[in-house]
């Protein structure tokens, strides 16, 4: 059974780090498009980052100089290193995984960062 695990979630201060991890189980990870996205109360999702199998990275532009997408295959799990965070980065954040017509989510994580 495929599972997408997500852990590294929590508060943090303004200004502080955070490294959210998303861990594949019983797929080869390196062969799907890994996605981070994030919502908050009564807005709609966000697509923050993306990593291509091909090793192509894009990011929004709220994050652009702050996020950091990576992954390690030997590990099958794709990081979120969120730097220099802002209130306005609190939310839930979601890793999602696609290949062709297989599509994973993770669980979720929340992230708050407040003083």
């Known amino acids: 059974q495929v599972q997408l695990v997500e852990s590294g979630g929590g508060l943090v201060q303004p200004g502080g780090s955070l490294r959210l991890s998303c861990a594949a189980s019983r797929l080869t990870f390196s062969k799907y498009a890994v996605t981070w996205h994030r919502q908050a109360p009564g807005k709609e999702r966000e697509l923050v980052a993306t990593?291509?199998?091909?090793?192509?990275?894009n990011y929004a532009d709220s994050v652009r100089g702050r996020f950091t997408i990576s992954r390690d295959n030997a590990k099958n799990t794709v990081y979120l290193q969120m730097n220099t965070l802002k209130p306005e980065d609190t939310a839930v954040y979601y890793c999602?995984?696609?290949?062709?017509?297989?599509?994973?989510w993770g669980q979720g994580m929340q992230v708050t960062v407040s003083s």
């Open positions: 990593i291509l199998s091909t090793g192509i990275i």
């Open positions: 999602r995984a696609q290949w062709s017509r297989d599509i994973y």
